[in-house]
């Protein structure tokens, strides 16, 4: 069965079962492997996409779940054309968050969405920024630098 998703503006024909996992939509059929598979039961965070501006995990998301709609991933956040993603980038190399980097653009793609979700000129406070990033797993530990990383990216874009 053939499924439409819009990914990174462009539509996409996926010809995979209703049922198969964006994760692997984007992996296998697209060729594009900046979204990583982690836990597979949506708890690290390894996989995080956004879907219509939302951050999802695209382990468990069937691709049915996201038929005509905006499906974003990592390479289209840091390709230089999304400020957010601009910015909480340049912030991540600032702070040189990443270590061994698996769990990296999952959490940059979970930062830029809650910093977009933030009204214009908000810095969020470092409980926010726990509260929010809570749900992506960094192996190395590096949580004191992604919370540095977001809310200099936060102050870049106030």
Request: charged residues 15%.
């Amino acid at each position: 069965m053939t499924t439409t998703l819009n990914v990174n503006g462009r539509d996409q024909q996926l010809d995979v079962d209703p049922g198969t996992p964006i994760l692997w939509a984007l992996r296998d059929t697209l060729g594009m492997t900046g979204t990583k598979f982690g836990c597979g039961a949506a708890l690290c965070g390894a996989c995080t996409v956004h879907l219509n501006g939302q951050a999802i995990r695209s382990c468990v998301t069937p691709v049915s779940a996201a038929a005509g709609q905006k499906v974003t991933t990592i390479e289209s956040v840091t390709d230089g054309h999304d400020k957010v993603g601009q910015a909480v980038h340049a912030a991540w190399v600032k702070h040189d968050v990443a270590q061994c980097g698996y769990c990296q653009s999952g959490q940059i793609m979970t930062a830029t969405a809650f910093l977009k979700s933030l009204p214009k000129g908000k810095r969020p406070t470092e409980a926010e920024i726990d509260a929010a990033m809570a749900g992506n797993i960094c192996r190395c530990g590096t949580y004191a630098r992604i919370r540095a990383a977001v809310s200099d990216a936060a102050k870049a874009l106030a």
